[in-house]
């Protein structure tokens, strides 16, 4: 069953007026300098159809975080017991960077750019797994930015060069997203914590600022194409929704970011949730409709290729991982 894309969420989800304050973001490992030596994971590519159009996953590396960042309102005993339950450490968190190419027609479409250089020492690796799947980063047409997050715009420039990394391709982000991250007066009017953030988004949005399109919710990239408003990650977070023969794909971004936690504990709140309420809702109302039109669904930080379905289960959901 198809659903409109206006009423994806059910007509959208008005943010709070303010942000959360105790966001647990540095010293828990998403601030690391950049080590002398990089260690390099074998790059990653994945691709299947759907439809006529051909979808790519590529690796950017992985990111390692204390197992605390996945719930902040839950206590730590109940947290780790669900953790071990479901085959999970119950004190470090593995998460993947798994970057998605839509090829449709004369577009390719590259969702975020991945974490550069300068974020993770295992993160990064998105230009060498694009080499290496033999793919030139400067056929992207178009590149969507589902939120401005360190992991998913710190690629969009080269760390030594300061050059572009897809020349050619046009940027949409959502138009509240960019404002948020983009005020001139975000230092002073924002929790310390979102600070380094803020400036690395600045300085790699400002790169390509004049062009890059601010959009609303439902807008088409490409035909078939559509970005969807998922709000509560950040304030404008986006996702993407593929149409294509008959099939529905819908590329996350951080809106489910834990295979266990994220399906089965919706109202867990994660402490890189800015807006966790928002984002409670928003993974609830994105998780019903996914199970109810089995839609294939692409996941940022979920098990490499981060390729599954959600299944409806004892009153949530369950992550099914499809190969």
């Keep these: 069953m198809s659903f409109s894309r206006r009423a994806f969420l059910g007509g959208g989800l008005a943010a709070p007026a303010t942000l959360r304050t105790g966001l ?16 390099r994971a074998e790059p990653k590519s994945h691709s299947f159809r759907l439809g006529d159009s051909e979808i790519i996953v590529l690796s950017d590396g992985g990111l390692s975080l204390p197992a605390s960042t996945l719930a902040s309102n839950v206590p730590e005993a109940e947290r780790a017991a669900f953790l071990q339950a479901n085959g999970d450490d119950p004190n470090t968190r593995a998460s993947a960077l798994n970057i998605t190419l839509i090829r449709r027609g004369d577009a390719l479409v590259l969702v975020d750019t991945g974490a550069g250089m300068n974020f993770f020492e295992t993160a990064g690796q998105l230009a060498d797994s694009f080499e290496e799947a033999g793919i030139d980063r400067e056929a992207v047409t178009h590149v969507v930015l589902t939120h401005a997050h360190p992991d998913h715009v710190w690629g969009i420039i080269d760390d030594f060069d300061e050059t572009e990394r897809f020349p050619n391709a ?7 997203e960019w404002d948020f991250w983009m005020d001139p007066d975000f230092i002073s ?8 953030f803020a400036l690395g988004a600045q300085r790699n949005l400002g790169a390509v600022a004049e062009k890059t399109e ?16 998922t709000p509560g990650h950040t304030p404008g977070h986006m996702s993407v929704l593929v149409e294509d023969g008959g099939q529905q794909l819908l590329v996350l971004g951080d809106a489910l970011t834990h295979p266990a936690v994220s399906f089965a504990r919706p109202d867990w709140q994660p402490s890189t949730d800015q807006l966790p309420e928002v984002a409670a809702a928003t993974r609830k109302q994105l998780l019903g409709r996914a199970a109810t039109d089995e839609l294939l669904l692409i996941g940022y930080h979920l098990p490499w290729p981060g390729v599954g379905r959600a299944e409806a289960k004892d009153g949530a959901w369950r992550y099914v991982p499809v190969s």
Excluded at 24 to 30: D, I, M, Q, S, V
Excluded at 170 to 176: E, P, T, V
Excluded at 189 to 196: A, F, I, K, R, T
Excluded at 214 to 229: E, F, L, Q, S, Y
Aim: aromatic share 2%; hydrophobic share 55%.
């Design 24 to 39: 647990t973001l540095t010293g828990a490992g998403l601030a690391v300098p950049l080590a002398a030596t990089r260690a």
């Design 170 to 176: 046009a940027y949409l982000i959502g138009a509240a």
């Design 189 to 196: 009017g924002n929790p310390e914590v979102l600070h380094s």
């Design 214 to 229: 601010r959009v609303g919710a439902d807008h088409a990239v490409v035909p078939g194409v559509t970005m969807i408003a």
